[in-house]
């Protein structure tokens, strides 16, 4: 066989390669192709480098977890039977939107029981429901009715076993009532810390 019909070059040791016409090339143009592809840019990375804007859309994301603060809620009804149904299902839906750290099922029952206290002796008129967190998330729950709260209003927050204000008072630890700023009937306040507190319903109720 001739050196000519050979692909491997005995004398030389070069390879040739087979070009794209069928014709081989010779071993300066295999050397100069096999260079090429060695030089040729990488494909496109998998990942990349964030972008310089990131860091400010993170911090975005960040701030919208905090919750605002201060904060207040504050809802009306004519009193009626099943407003303190009403006020409880608000309260939870509320306190829970604003990421209030404290004990929020105490919170709930708290703001049922002093608007179930208005239904039962009040009457006529509307309640009021506020629920406001400040700068320290302390929570302040206010209810307001009608009724002027000169009439024995601090005997029954001392209250008797088994009372709505009784039950109150166990689930908190500062009640107090004020005039209403609307110069007629009352508001009933009552201030809750933040943080977990680990403290039980009454026996009988539940939150």
């Known amino acids: 066989m001739s050196a000519r019909g050979r692909m491997p070059n005995e004398q030389s040791g070069a390879t040739h390669a087979v070009n794209d016409t069928g014709t081989e090339d010779s071993p300066v143009t295999a050397q100069m192709l096999s260079v090429s592809l060695a030089m040729a840019p990488a494909g496109p990375r998998t990942a990349e480098a964030p972008a310089l804007d990131s860091e400010p859309d993170r911090c975005r994301e960040l701030e919208q977890l905090v919750p605002v603060r201060p904060q207040m809620w504050t809802r009306s009804w004519p009193i009626e039977a099943c407003v303190p149904r009403l006020a409880r299902l608000h309260a939870r839906t509320r306190l829970s939107i604003m990421s209030w750290s404290g004990n929020q099922n105490n919170a ?20 009021e429901v506020t629920l406001s967190v400040d700068e320290d998330d302390v929570l302040l729950i206010g209810v307001s009715d009608p009724r002027a709260g000169h009439c024995g209003l601090d005997e ?16 908190s630890g500062e009640v107090g009532w004020s005039p209403a700023e609307s110069g007629s009937g009352k508001t009933i306040r009552v201030r809750l810390q933040p943080g977990e507190v680990e403290t039980t319903a009454p026996s009988g109720q539940t939150p």
């Open 108 to 127: 709930v029952q708290i703001t049922t029981e002093l608007v179930q206290n208005a239904v039962d002796h009040v009457g006529a008129g509307n309640v």
């Open 156 to 171: 029954a927050l001392a209250g008797r076993h088994g009372t709505g204000l009784w039950i109150v008072r166990q689930l």
